[in-house]
């Protein structure tokens, strides 16, 4: 009997396959930060609607539009120009208003970059250089003490990895 493993492939195995490849692709220039800005639950989901075409390539707000540009020229097509929506949305990084902090290190552990500097019951502080602006840390902070606010020009570092 013939092995199956020296056959050609199929044609559904090869569509698979690029699907396969072209998700992975588009999953490596996102941040992975998995904070589920997209509207999708982590960026692997996300990485998989893009690259089966099911999804616009500007709803990722951590990559901005360093991600936005990476993806179009990866996918070859043009961003889609809609301002003030997902990847075009003002860049954001988070700050702690430190009188508040209570040093509970809930928002150190949230973040995916380690973006978050402090000890228990020391103040926390938030190195804007590396902040993609994700926002998990807002949510488990028992003060409300962490804040966004602009971002600096540069992108931060968990964007420009490749
Ligand atoms: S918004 Fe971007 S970083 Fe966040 S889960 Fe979606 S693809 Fe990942
Ligand atoms: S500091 Fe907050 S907003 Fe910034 S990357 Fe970490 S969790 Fe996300
Ligand atoms: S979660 Fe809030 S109170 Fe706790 S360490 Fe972070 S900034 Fe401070």
């Known amino acids: 009997m013939e ?3 020296s056959l050609p492939p199929t044609v559904t195995e090869e569509v698979t396959d690029d699907l396969a490849r072209r998700t992975a692709a588009v999953d490596a220039l996102l941040p992975q930060t998995q904070c589920g800005r997209c509207g999708y639950s982590a960026c692997r989901p996300y990485a998989e ?3 089966a075409g099911r999804e616009d390539i ?8 360093y991600t936005l540009a990476a993806l179009a020229e990866l996918l070859g097509c043009e961003p889609p120009p809609a301002p003030g929506r997902g990847s075009l949305q003002v860049a954001r990084v988070a700050r702690v208003r430190e009188a508040d902090c209570i040093g509970c290190v809930r928002c150190l552990r949230a ?4 973006a978050i500097v402090g000890a228990p019951g020391r103040m926390h502080t938030v190195l ?8 998990l840390c ?3 902070c028992p003060t409300a003490c962490i804040v966004l606010e602009a971002a600096p020009t540069e992108p931060p570092a968990a964007v420009v990895r490749r």
């Open 58 to 65: 500007d709803l990722c707000p951590p990559g901005g539009l």
């Open 128 to 135: 804007a250089q590396d902040c993609t602006g994700c926002e």
């Open 3 to 5: 092995n199956r493993r």
């Open 111 to 114: 973040c995916p970059v380690d």
């Open 138 to 140: 807002l949510p488990v």
């Open 49 to 51: 609607a893009v690259a």
